[in-house]
């Protein structure tokens, strides 16, 4: 403390000098902090884009009002590219492609081509869990052996 008042007194630097000196510093430092931002965050839309489009979804489980229909969808797969789908085995319920968007920002659905808006109940990289309501018969023919519903659809990577 003593070296740098002796040091200015050298100089001859006033003290109203100093603290000029000292706000300019301060200011310099203020604004080199200013225009230092965070990177912004992955949007949601984009993050969930990329797990869809991260690779082919085979299907697990498939519920149809709230009953196991897995097996009429047999070998069912789902790939994703950020503004389209195609599917293997996908029966009436999944056309053999198309093109989807989100909903909004949320990110928590999508809707089709068709109309049809499909809610994202889970998005990991290793599941994925789709829901909706789908007014056409699915299952099988005839009025007994169809259902339209609530349909649930687990998928894991392939």
């Keep these: 403390m003593i070296a740098t008042i002796l040091f200015y007194a050298k100089l001859k630097i006033s003290m109203k000098n100093i603290i000029h000196i000292t706000q300019l510093i301060l200011v310099i430092n203020l604004l080199i902090l200013a225009g230092c931002k965070k990177d912004d965050p992955q949007p949601e839309t984009e993050r969930i884009q990329n797990l869809l489009a991260s690779g082919t979804w085979q299907i697990e489980n498939v519920l149809v009002n709230e009953t196991d229909q897995t097996a009429s969808f047999a070998g069912l797969t789902l790939s994703f590219t950020k503004t389209t789908y195609s599917t293997t085995n996908g029966g009436i319920v999944w056309p053999a492609n198309g093109s989807w968007e989100f909903v909004d920002a949320t990110a928590d659905k999508i809707i ?30 005839g009025r007994v052996a169809s259902t339209a519903g609530e349909h649930e659809f687990h998928f894991a990577k392939n």
Aim: avoid cysteine.
């Design 112 to 141: 089709r081509d068709d109309d049809l808006e499909i809610t994202l109940a889970e998005v990991t990289s290793t599941s994925l869990k789709l829901s909706f309501i789908n007014p056409t018969t699915t299952i099988g023919a």
